[in-house]
């Protein structure tokens, strides 16, 4: 296996709802968590904002695990091929 392979990681995201379901190809394992939820949150096309006009953040939930993913977790050590995570609205109290 090349070492551009055994660099990036193939798995699928989706919302809560299920409506959006994106398939991720070669994503790097050296970036975070937190920076591949910002950018699927841009390609899934999901709110940028809530209801009330506040910036929207997202955090991921890893199936095969069944827990949160903290953002600062890297790619390559949180996650295996083809694993299923879930982007889930942050929502902070008060």
Known sequence: ???AATMALDLVARDVSGQHKYAV???TRNATVGELVKKLAVNMGLATHDVEGR???YRAFLDREARHLNGSELVGDALSPADEIVLQPEISAG
């Open 25 to 27: 190809k070669r994503y």
């Open 55 to 57: 910036a929207q953040s």
């Open 1 to 3: 296996m090349s070492n």
